[in-house]
T-cell receptor, first 114, second 115 residues
Framework: AQSVTQPDIHITVSEGASLELRCNYS??????LFWYVQSPGQGLQLLLK??????LVQGIKGFEAEFKRSQSSFNLRKPSVHWSDAAEYFC????????????FGSGTRLQVQP | DGGITQSPKYLFRKEGQNVTLSCEQN?????MYWYRQDPGQGLRLIYY???????QKGDIAEGYSVSREKKESFPLTVTSAQKNPTAFYLC??????????????FGEGSRLTVL
C-alpha cells in the first residue's frame, strides 16, 4: 500500500529565508504526487501536482517541488518565505490502481518569524 | 461559483447522539470523499464514493455511515458507535478517483465537538 512520510512536524523560518519541506513516499509504480496547504480552520488548497514529465514542477504562490525517483522524494521549496505562508502543508499520493483515494502525510506546520 | 459546501461549520453533540454532516458540490465531479483531521495525524480517509449509489470504506469507517443518492451530495453520519468523534471533518470531490483525476477539491470543513 502506498504511504507518505513528512519527517518534520514543525518548522520555523525567518521571513525572507528559503524553505524546504520534505516528503517521502512509498509506492511501487510512478506515483501521482500533490502538495496542499491549509490555513487554520480552513479546507485544503492545492499548491502543485506531479503526474509525469519534467521533475521540477511550479505551483501557486511561488512554490515549486522536485520529484526524485531515486530518493522517493517530492520536496516542496520556496526561495523567499512571506509571513502569509504560515500554514500547515500536506504531501499526498494518488495511486492509479487499488484504493482510489489520496493518501496524505501527517503534515508540516510552518511558522514564519518576522 | 463552483465549489464544495459543508454545513454546519461548527456542531456540538451530546454523547449517544447521531449527527449528520452535509456536503454538497456543484462541480459535477463523480467522486466524493470524507476525511477526518486530528492534530498531528494528518487526514485520514473515512469513506469515498466513485459514483452515485456506491461507496467504499476508508481506513477509519467504524462508527460512520454515508449515502450517495445524488451526484452532488455525500452526507456523513457520525453515529453513537464512534468512540472519539470530536474532530475536524473535511469533504472533498474529484473529477474521477485516483491517478490523474484524483486531484481533490476541498470544502471548508465542519468541526464536531462532543460534550
Amino acid at each position: 500500500a502506498q504511504s507518505v512520510t513528512q519527517p518534520d512536524i514543525h518548522i520555523t523560518v525567518s521571513e525572507g529565508a528559503s524553505l524546504e519541506l520534505r516528503c517521502n513516499y512509498s509506492y511501487g509504480a510512478t506515483p501521482y504526487l500533490f502538495w496542499y496547504v491549509q490555513s487554520p480552520g480552513q479546507g485544503l488548497q492545492l499548491l502543485l501536482k506531479y503526474f509525469s514529465g519534467d521533475t521540477l514542477v511550479q505551483g501557486i504562490k511561488g512554490f515549486e517541488a522536485e520529484f526524485k525517483r531515486s530518493q522517493s522524494s517530492f520536496n516542496l521549496r520556496k526561495p523567499s518565505v512571506h509571513w502569509s505562508d504560515a500554514a500547515e502543508y500536506f504531501c499526498a499520493v494518488a495511486p492509479d490502481t487499488g484504493r482510489r483515494a489520496l493518501t496524505f502525510g501527517s503534515g508540516t506546520r510552518l511558522q514564519v518569524q518576522p | 461559483d463552483g465549489g464544495i459546501t459543508q454545513s454546519p461549520k461548527y456542531l456540538f453533540r451530546k454523547e449517544g447522539q447521531n449527527v449528520t454532516l452535509s456536503c454538497e458540490q456543484n462541480l459535477n465531479h463523480d467522486a466524493m470523499y470524507w476525511y477526518r483531521q486530528d492534530p498531528g495525524q494528518g487526514l485520514r480517509l473515512i469513506y469515498y464514493s466513485q459514483i452515485v449509489n456506491d461507496f467504499q470504506k476508508g481506513d477509519i469507517a467504524e462508527g460512520y455511515s454515508v449515502s450517495r443518492e445524488k451526484k452532488e451530495s455525500f452526507p456523513l453520519t457520525v453515529t453513537s458507535a464512534q468512540k472519539n468523534p470530536t474532530a475536524f471533518y473535511l469533504c472533498a470531490s474529484s473529477i474521477g478517483a485516483g491517478g490523474r483525476t484524483g486531484e481533490l477539491f476541498f470544502g471548508e470543513g465542519s468541526r464536531l465537538t462532543v460534550l
